[in-house]
């Protein structure tokens, strides 16, 4: 790293102002972030009491020497950039040089540091500011690098203190933020610990899904997809350098004026894993964690009718484009950028991570739903399913609900997610063995409980079972739908089939929904939808809120096949409905309709109101729950689903198959 300078006043005025340090984690961030500037391959933090009292980061980076270490604590003094237009293609995580003053101003902080390399002092440097005021420095044989420590947080700014939350809340922030770049940055070395015990050690691994594995284990690489794409640019975004830089460039390395390329690879969650805020979601831009409405808007888009638009997926994206691609100088914490061609950004991401869903299409495993108890029904939560969907979809699966508790207690198999196991990580540990930390890592709970294991690790001697053929336990695809044979109604709202992959439980209302949905935005795009005259005509009273969706979506509900005219003053009569939607249905489909659009916060596109329209036809019109089939019946909708695109989820992303593998079954009967 070049040597430290302190920039002029019209570059400095031109960097985005603000505070930076806000809690105890946006220390860790930036430190962290300075470390990995200086190229450090070994990155070591201690923290005790959340932060509040101790922050220590130890790096073995290039260190700095002595002029260098008393610079780095004057406001806008970097290494990183020199002058206005450096601005606009940042390659470091740092360049505000604000960050060291800042936390020096408010704790009391120790530098010590020496420079690596030739040429460099034999010794190292140490330097303590308390509050703002150098306090000592020093010289002293140090090791190659950094170590920053900064005790006392807000000693000295009681007000700001009085706003740091409790102590275990601080270090899951932190927890989590180190998390997130470890696995941003596998080949390197990480570790966390607290005073009472190490929360994560990371050495380095060969990629990131070893990396994943690493830090979350098995269970959780199992459940995402990898994603990972490469995409031309096709031109330079605006704003170009200035106009006498550009030529300047352009002379000396023709690539400069290359438009470049951009890149994504990480991780997406199966549609089978929902998550009730977007605390799971994690994209990287250049190394950097940001938050952007952007990309997370194309993430929406990219799980559209796979997953209910009220829940989010587990994303961790991480997005590389050349520099001068993204304004990283919007936000003072460097949490949000500017890209020069959004457009392009957005739709890229979208479509990447659309694909690899589409690809990947896969079979929920039985065992994330339901496990095999041998002994008690404890670890289940009744309803726990339940408060992940929206109201009208939560009362309309309350027979299933029912069913599920009383199997349950039965102590036979439980259609219910298990309940959250106390707060562990398992993360593994430099001498190979795996440690259960308790820490809070908020953003992985809901993974790590998701999966926990409700079957005896233990393997237990095969006794007197014949043996039978090894069963493998590969994801099913969907060629296995087809095979399927049903075998029966379990209370006459589940069918039961097999095939050569295992035991299958299909939810006939859900998939029947998924067929006609696919079948209904079909028709709709060529005009083709089949619809029905009824007997009476349905009168609907509307709400003044419901009138005027109902005037924004009229045309949409006619080309859906619904006829309505008006009827008195607040009332509308619908003459004609979809094929398979009786009055009542049709009564209720529209209310609910209605209702939800008019609750939307944001004005719906025509695309959205659509899928609306063709989600709620097909709940109305598809088979109901506790209803007898024919066997011609379930062999038809079971040949019908596999004809679907998305045969695993509905159109409001609850499972429509759950699976119970050779290989469960085998283990639950402790053959292997
Ligand atoms: P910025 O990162 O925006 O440049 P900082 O205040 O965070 O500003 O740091 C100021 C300077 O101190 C950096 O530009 C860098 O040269 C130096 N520095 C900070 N931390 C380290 C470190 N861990 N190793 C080597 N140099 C560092
Ligand atoms: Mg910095």
């Known amino acids: 790293m070049g040597r430290i300078h302190v920039l002029p006043e019209h570059v400095a005025n031109k960097i985005a102002a603000g505070e930076v340090v806000e809690r105890p984690a946006s220390v860790v961030k930036e430190l962290l972030e300075n ?4 190229g450090a391959t070994r990155i070591k933090i201690n923290i005790e009491a959340g932060g509040k009292k101790l922050i220590q980061i130890t790096d073995n980076g290039c260190g700095m020497v002595r002029d260098d270490a008393m610079l780095a ?12 237009e450096d601005l606009l293609s940042v390659a470091t995580l740092g360049f505000r040089g604000e960050a060291l003053p800042s936390i020096a101003s408010v704790s009391r902080l120790r530098l010590e540091t020496c420079a690596a390399g030739p040429g460099a002092e034999a010794s190292g440097t140490i330097i303590e500011i308390n509050g703002g005021r150098m306090a000592r420095v020093e010289e002293a044989g140090l090791p190659e690098g950094t170590s920053i420590t900064v005790r006392d947080l807000f000693f000295n700014t009681p007000a700001r203190k009085k706003f740091l939350k409790s102590e275990s809340t601080e270090l899951s922030h932190i927890a ?19 005073a009472t015990h190490a929360m994560l050690v990371a050495p380095p691994v060969a990629g990131y899904s070893e990396r994943v594995y690493q830090v979350f284990g098995k269970e959780t690489l199992d459940q995402l997809i990898a994603v990972a794409a490469m995409q031309q640019l096709e031109h330079v975004g605006l704003p170009q350098p200035p106009p006498w830089r550009r030529k300047e460039e352009a002379d000396e390395d023709a690539a400069c004026s290359a438009p470049g390329e951009m890149r994504v690879h990480g991780f997406v969650s199966k549609p089978e894993i929902q998550k009730l805020n977007r605390n799971s979601i994690f994209v990287f831009v250049n190394g950097r964690l940001i938050r952007d409405r952007l990309v997370q808007h194309g993430l929406t888009e990219a799980y559209r009718n796979i997953i209910p638009p009220t829940v989010f997926p587990v994303v961790l994206l991480f997005l590389e484009l050349p520099p001068g691609e993204v304004d990283v100088n919007v936000h003072p914490a460097k949490t949000e950028v500017r890209f020069r061609q959004p457009t392009l950004m957005h739709d890229f991401a979208r479509d990447t991570v659309r694909a690899a869903l589409m690809k990947a299409r896969p079979v929920p495993q039985f065992t994330t739903e339901i496990r095999a108890h041998a002994t008690a029904s404890a670890g289940l939560t009744p309803g726990a399913r339940e408060w992940e969907l929206p109201s009208n979809l939560a009362s309309a699966s ?20 298990p309940a959250l196991p106390p707060v562990s990580a398992r993360f593994q540990f430099e001498g190979g063995s795996a440690v259960e930390a308790k820490a809070a890592i908020p953003v992985d709970r ?20 014949p043996a039978l053929d090894a069963a493998s336990d590969e994801e099913p695809t969907l060629a296995a739908l087809s095979t399927l044979r049903p075998l029966g109604q379990i209370r006459n709202s589940f069918i039961l089939a097999v095939n050569e992959d295992g035991l299958w439980i299909v939810d006939q209302h859900v998939a029947h ?35 005027a969706v109902f005037a924004e979506i009229a045309e949409e509900l006619q080309h859906n096949g619904f006829e309505a005219e008006p009827f008195g003053a607040r009332s509308v009569a619908v003459k004609v409905a979809p094929a398979g939607v009786d009055a009542a249905a049709g009564e209720r489909m529209l209310h609910e309709l209605l209702d ?32 007898p089939l024919e066997q011609n019946k379930m062999e038809w909708l079971l040949t019908e689903l596999a004809k ?29």
Do not use: W
Not at 73 to 79: D, G, N, P
Not at 398 to 417: D, I, M, T
Not at 645 to 670: E, N, T, W
């Open 35 to 38: 470390s990995l500037d200086a």
């Open 73 to 84: 604590f004057e406001r806008h003094a970097t290494s990183k950039i020199r002058d206005a």
């Open 176 to 194: 989590s933020l180190v998390t997130h770049y470890a696995l941003a940055h596998p080949e390197k070395h990480f570790e966390l610990h607290s």
């Open 398 to 417: 309350a027979a299933p609900e029912r069913l599920s508790q009383e199997s349950a207690n039965g102590g036979g198999f439980a259609l219910q997610a």
């Open 446 to 465: 809901g993974m790590e409980s998701h999966f926990a294991q409700a079957i005896p690790e233990t393997i237990p001697d095969n006794g007197c079972a």
């Open 513 to 547: 929904e998924r067929v006609l949905f696919e079948r209904i935005l079909k028709q709709r795009a060529a005009q083709k939808v089949e619809s029905q005259r009824l007997l009476m005509p349905i009168v609907l009273e509307l709400s003044p809120a419901q009138q």
């Open 596 to 627: 939800q659009i008019s609750r939307e916060e944001q004005s719906l596109n025509l695309e959205k109101i659509r899928g609306r329209i063709a989600a709620s036809i097909a709940c109305h019109a598809a088979i109901k729950v506790n209803m």
């Open 644 to 672: 679907t695109d998305h045969p695993m989820s509905c159109p409001h992303g609850r499972p429509v198959v759950l699976r119970y593998s050779v290989m469960d079954i085998q283990r639950a009967f402790k053959r292997i």
